[in-house]
T-cell receptor
Framework: QKEVEQDPGPLSVPEGAIVSLNCTYSNSAFQYFMWYRQYSRKGPELLMY????GNKEDGRFTAQVDKSSKYISLFIRDSQPSDSATYLC???????????FGAGTRLFVKA | EPEVTQTPSHQVTQMGQEVILRCVPISNHLYFYWYRQILGQKVEFLVSFYNNEISEKSEIFDDQFSVERPDGSNFTLKIRSTKLEDSAMYFC??????????????FGPGTRLLVL
């Protein structure tokens, strides 16, 4: 079983749609859960992170962590064409430096 | 806005040759990282570096790899004898501190390495 699993997509939605991106993981030691956005030919950019379980909201973005199910989600409200990118989930255990990334979901938002 | 820079943007080398990838982290940052991304695959952690020593490394980071911060501003990744499977995009990242246990890592634009 892979440590982090993420559907690579692609996911295509119309502008204004709510987007749901998800990852599952197997290592219960993970405590930090991150979402990165990566545009083509660029390095990843941290969107938001959550510690342990719960929700976190930042503008149009909401991150959710359900540790009991080992499942994390990123919701994008009112999606825009500029949100078209690859979204990477990532995780790390407390006290560690090693970040484990998912494969990334490629999102297309059509105008 | 300060950013992480990497040179070269592209490097082509012959199998068995040594390559050095260079990174200039953001100036007040203390933690430094190398990642790689093989084409079409996920981003993989290679190594983290703090206080002039490796703080953690992955199983990928074997004896062929080394890192160095030679002069207080550059951070380098050396691959001693490149293999075909080393072809990938290599990203450098840096962060300011570990306040609260997690820091924001800023990634550079990457160096695309092609081993022939």
């Amino acid at each position: 079983q892979k440590e982090v699993e993420q559907d690579p997509g692609p996911l295509s939605v119309p502008e204004g749609a709510i987007v749901s991106l998800n990852c599952t993981y197997s290592n219960s030691a993970f405590q930090y859960f991150m979402w990165y956005r990566q545009y083509s030919r660029k390095g990843p950019e941290l969107l938001m992170y959550t510690y342990s379980s719960g929700n976190k909201e930042d503008g149009r973005f909401t991150a959710q962590v359900d540790k009991s199910s080992k499942y994390i989600s990123l919701f994008i409200r009112d999606s825009q064409p500029s949100d078209s990118a690859t979204y990477l989930c990532a995780m790390r255990r407390t006290g560690g430096f090693k970040t484990i990334f998912g494969a990334g979901t490629r999102l297309f938002v059509k105008a | 806005e300060p950013e992480v820079t990497q040179t070269p943007s592209h490097q082509v080398t012959q199998m068995g040759q040594e390559v050095i990838l260079r990174c200039v982290p953001i100036s007040n940052h203390l933690y430094f990282y190398w990642y790689r991304q093989i084409l079409g695959q996920k981003v993989e952690f290679l190594v983290s570096f703090y206080n002039n020593e490796i703080s953690e490394k992955s199983e990928i980071f074997d004896d062929q790899f080394s890192v160095e911060r030679p002069d207080g501003s550059n951070f380098t990744l050396k691959i001693r004898s490149t293999k075909l499977e080393d072809s990938a995009m290599y990203f450098c990242a840096s962060s300011e501190d570990l306040t609260g246990g997690l820091e924001t890592q800023y990634f550079g634009p990457g160096t695309r390495l092609l081993v022939l």
